[in-house]
């Protein structure tokens, strides 16, 4: 499993962060497990979210990257994309990957990366924080994104 050797995520104290979340629609039912831990870490945290959806994992980052101009201090960005029989889930995980880091880089706002690249839907179902999941990726990634914002005000303080 992917969470092996994982830190324990808990959210951080980002009272008043502002925290959008962008959110694929493909694979309702991953994506309502992950949307649902991303949410309830920024409620944990005491920050303010802002849903953004998507049409899939390939519009992530165009949305990711409007949010970051448009005042967000911190992106989650969710999706899943599962293997098909074509090259099709590597141009959309290397574009959606890709793209999600220049996001981060080019405009300094921290993106959580929470999109899940696996090969079946019991992969996507054992990840996304649903009932039966072994692990929680939209929290984990909202916890990133904050922490992350967090560390970056923090240096610049210093």
């Known amino acids: 499993m992917s969470g092996t050797g994982a830190p324990e995520q808990s959210a951080p104290r980002a009272q008043g962060m502002k925290v959008t979340v962008v959110a694929a629609q493909w694979h309702e039912q991953v994506m309502d497990g992950l949307l649902a831990g991303a949410l309830r870490a920024i409620e944990d945290a005491g920050a303010r979210a802002n849903v953004v959806r998507a049409v899939g994992s390939f519009e992530l980052p165009i949305l990711a990257a409007a949010a970051a101009r448009g005042g967000a201090d911190a992106v989650v960005a969710l ?23 220049r996001v981060a880089l080019d405009t300094g706002v921290p993106v959580g990366f929470g999109l899940l690249t696996c090969d079946d839907e019991a992969q996507a179902l054992a990840r996304c924080g649903g009932p039966g999941s072994d692990e929680d990726k939209g929290y984990e990634a909202a916890c990133a994104a904050m922490r992350t914002a967090l560390t970056l005000a923090a240096i610049a303080q210093s």
């Open 79 to 101: 999706g899943v994309v599962i293997r098909g029989g074509t090259p099709h889930f590597d141009y959309v995980c290397r574009a959606a990957t890709d793209g999600l880091s």
